[in-house]
C-alpha cells in the first residue's frame, strides 16, 4: 500500500467482518410443553479447518432468556458483551425490571439493521428463547435484521435438512424427552451431511423455573473411528499391528 492510498484509507470507517473467518453451524431450537429447548454443536471451524472444538455457541442472557447463534464467532462474542451490558445497566437501575426475550430480540433485531446499514454486519444467525409470565417465545434473527417468530427454528445448513424433520416431528405438547430425541435426530443428520460439525453438542432449556446448558456430549454414531464417537475425549491413538 502507498502513501497516497493509506492517507485515503485514514478516513473510512474501520470494518470487522466484511467475510466470516471463525463460523459456527447449525443450531436448532422448537417450544415444547415445558419451554423451549436449543441444541448446537461446539465447533468453531478456521475456514475449512475444525480447529476450536469446546466453543459454546448457546449463552444464557437472564433469567428470562438463552441465545444461540451460527457464523462468525467473533461477532458473537460482541454481541454478549452489548448483552452483558443491557444486564448489568438492569441490575443498576434495581427497579425489578429485566428485559422480557421479546425485548431482547427487538433489540438484537435493531442492532444488526443498524450494523447491515453500515454495510460492516455482524455476520450471524441469533436464536432468541426464553419464558416469560408462563409463556414460551421463540425467535431468530438474520444478519439483515430481519426478525421472526415460530414454533421452531434452525440456523446454517440446518435450514435445509433440519427443518423438514423438526415440521415433521414438532407439536405443541413435546415431553423433554420427546424434544430432545427430535433434536437429537436432526443433529444425527447434519453430523453426517454437513462438513462443518463435530459430533460433541451441548443441550440448553429454559422453563419457568430457570434455564440450563449442559456439558458437551456426544451422540452414538456408525462411525467407529475414535475421533467421530467422542472427539472432545483421549487422543486418538493408533492400535498395534495385528501380528499375519
Excluded at 461477532?75 to 443491557?86: G, H, P, S
Excluded at 438492569?90 to 444488526?112: K, N
Excluded at 415431553?175 to 443441550?203: G, H, I, P, W
Amino acid at each position: 500500500m502507498n502513501f497516497t492510498q493509506a492517507h485515503s484509507d485514514a478516513g473510512q470507517p474501520h470494518t470487522r467482518t466484511t467475510s466470516p473467518i471463525v463460523t459456527g453451524a447449525s443450531v436448532l431450537a422448537v417450544k415444547y410443553a415445558d419451554g423451549v429447548m436449543l441444541m448446537a454443536d461446539t465447533l468453531a471451524s478456521y475456514g475449512s479447518l475444525a480447529m476450536f472444538k469446546k466453543v459454546q455457541r448457546i449463552r444464557r442472557v437472564n433469567e428470562y432468556t438463552i441465545i444461540g447463534a451460527g457464523g462468525e464467532y467473533s461477532d458473537f462474542q460482541f454481541i454478549n458483551r452489548l448483552l452483558e451490558e443491557l444486564t448489568i445497566n438492569d441490575f443498576s437501575y434495581d427497579d425489578g425490571s429485566i428485559l422480557t426475550p421479546a425485548e431482547i430480540h427487538s433489540y438484537l433485531g435493531r442492532v444488526m439493521y443498524n450494523r447491515r446499514s453500515k454495510v460492516n454486519p455482524l455476520w450471524n444467525q441469533l436464536i432468541v428463547a426464553g419464558v416469560h409470565k408462563e409463556q414460551s417465545f421463540l425467535g431468530t434473527v438474520d444478519i439483515y435484521g430481519s426478525i421472526y417468530m415460530d414454533n421452531l427454528f434452525s440456523t446454517g445448513y440446518g435450514q435445509h435438512l433440519a427443518i423438514p424433520l423438526l415440521r415433521k416431528g414438532w407439536r405443541p405438547d413435546l415431553t423433554y424427552d420427546e424434544a430432545k430425541a427430535l433434536l437429537e435426530k436432526c443433529m444425527e443428520v447434519l453430523f453426517y451431511r454437513d462438513c462443518r460439525t463435530l459430533n460433541s453438542f451441548q443441550l440448553a432449556t429454559i422453563t419457568a423455573s430457570g434455564s440450563t446448558i449442559s456439558e458437551p456430549y456426544s451422540l452414538p454414531t456408525f462411525w467407529e473411528h475414535s475421533r467421530f464417537i467422542a472427539p472432545d475425549h483421549k487422543p486418538y491413538t493408533p492400535a498395534p499391528p495385528t501380528a499375519v
